[in-house]
């Protein structure tokens, strides 16, 4: 079955940016998605399709997938970023989601 | 906009059923194009699906929850379940429903319901 590897952790000061990245084999050939999670509450929608942004998503988020690696990319970082943050593709072989190991944000 | 809301019993005892109803508001569920999603999270760790279900009754389940699970919709109350057999420890975890989206090759899942614990303990 697919695999997806995220680092465990990522951290991050203030007003710095934020690469999250996604691993997986020919990922590039899929749309990646991207959803932030805080502590105590469900995921949310960050980035879809690679690198698009649902309305209300700052433009500070943004995406790119190449090759074997996708990245979440987050600039000018604020406490509020601090999160989990997955990534999801579909596998078409097996019909059905893949979720990413998912990455700690840590502002410090 | 649309939004679920997840609800049933937070304690199950082992072997029992869990059973959950995720009710959607601001849209229709039977409006088409979407498919309707139960995922899990066990405490401290990542996200599993579930499965999903179409509004005509069609489902897709996880193949390796397959023989526990159940997803059922009631398009009159704007409603759909999960029932999940021969609960264990294991099974504890957040439940999430979600909109499934679909676009060409992809799908995503947005929204998602606030979660509710279940706890599987006697």
């Known amino acids: 079955s697919y695999v997806l590897t995220q680092p465990p952790s990522v951290s991050v000061a203030p007003g710095k940016t934020a690469r999250i990245t996604c691993g997986g084999n020919n990922i590039g050939s899929k749309s990646v998605h991207w959803y932030q999670q805080k502590p105590g509450q469900a995921p949310v929608l960050v980035i879809y399709y690679d690198s698009d942004r649902p309305s209300g998503i700052p433009e500070r988020f943004s995406g790119s997938n190449s090759g074997n690696t996708a990245t979440l990319t987050i600039s000018r970082v604020e406490a509020g970023d601090e999160a989990d943050y997955y990534c999801?593709?579909?596998?078409?072989?097996?019909?059905?989601?893949?979720f990413g190991t998912g990455t700690k944000v840590t502002v410090l | 906009q649309v939004q679920l809301q997840e609800s049933g019993p937070g304690l199950v005892k082992p072997s029992q059923t869990l059973s959950l109803t995720c009710t959607v508001s601001g849209g229709s569920i039977s409006s088409g194009g979407y498919y309707w999603s139960w995922i899990r999270q066990h405490p401290g760790k990542g996200l599993e699906w579930i499965g999903y279900?179409?509004?005509?009754?069609?489902?897709y389940y996880n193949p390796s929850l397959k023989s526990r699970v159940t997803i059922s919709v009631d398009t009159s109350k704007n409603q759909f379940s999960l029932k999940l057999s021969s609960v264990t420890a294991a099974d504890t975890a957040v439940y999430y429903c979600?909109?499934?989206?679909?676009?060409?090759?992809?799908?995503?899942?947005?929204?998602w319901g606030q979660g509710t614990l279940v706890t599987v303990s006697s």
């Open positions: 979600a909109r499934r989206v679909v676009v060409a090759a992809t799908r995503w899942f947005d929204p």
């Open positions: 999801q593709v579909w596998d078409s072989s097996s019909d059905h989601p893949v």
């Open positions: 279900i179409y509004y005509s009754g069609s489902t």
